[in-house]
């Protein structure tokens, strides 16, 4: 069964710092892996997606990296500022297109 | 391109009601999912559907059920309600059957039973 685990549950930061949000899947074998953002009370909304043929994908001041053969993916994030203050989720896809997702990162940038 | 778009937004039931939510995917899109979405359980899947198809179901008792139209609209359904069906229900579109494909998000159905 695959599992997915972020670490920290949580982390406060000052604005302007970079910072690295991890995420580990237990089996290797996976089609993607996606990151997501959700904002309290509202719906996901779609960072990167790294297909299981890439090693990262950049988007801005976001990169996503991928290590299927350890299990990992990292999510860092450059110059952050109070708007990216979210919880970020990682999930993955092995089969028969449904998402596996972890307990997700709350996030806040202090101004 | 309209996003994906749920109604209703908001619902308040009691118990042993039934309810039925709605999503329409992104134009073009014929891969329909739904998930449930607690504080204690996370983001769980309910199921998937394709070209008025259910591919793949949950661990989510048979009082959860689900249908797509011709159109890729996709429709919920959850009888009997009980106090832990209370949650947010996201459903997501993709533009394939394949497995590779960005999901894209809804803005999500808040359920409160009481």
């Known amino acids: 069964k695959q599992e997915v685990t972020q670490i920290p549950a949580a982390l406060s930061v000052p604005e302007g710092e970079n910072l690295v949000l991890n995420c580990s899947f237990t089996?290797?074998?996976?089609?993607?892996l996606q990151w997501f953002r959700q904002d309290p009370g509202k719906g996901l909304t779609s960072l990167l997606l790294i297909q299981s043929s890439q090693r990262e994908q950049t988007s801005g001041r976001l990169n996503a990296s991928l290590d299927k053969s350890s299990g990992r993916s990292t999510l860092y994030i450059a110059a952050s500022q109070p708007g990216d203050s979210a919880t970020y989720l990682c999930a993955v896809i092995k089969g028969a297109q449904k998402l596996v997702f972890g307990q997700g990162t709350r996030l806040t940038i202090n101004p | 391109k309209a996003g994906v778009t749920q109604t209703p937004r908001y619902l308040i039931k009691t118990r042993g009601q039934q309810v039925t939510l709605s999503c329409s995917p992104i134009?073009?899109?014929?891969?329909v999912s739904w998930y449930q979405q607690t504080p204690g359980q996370g983001l769980q899947f309910l199921f998937e559907y394709f070209s008025e198809t259910q591919r793949n179901k949950g661990n989510f008792p048979g009082r959860f059920s689900g249908r797509q139209f011709s159109n890729s609209r996709s429709e919920m359904n959850v009888s009997t309600l009980e106090l832990g069906d209370s949650a947010l229900y996201l459903c997501?579109?993709?533009?394939?059957?394949?497995?590779?494909?960005?999901?894209?998000f809804g803005p999500g159905t808040r359920l409160t039973v009481l």
């Open positions: 997501a579109s993709s533009s394939s059957g394949g497995l590779a494909y960005e999901q894209f």
């Open positions: 089996d290797s074998a996976i089609y993607n």
């Open positions: 134009s073009g899109h014929r891969s």
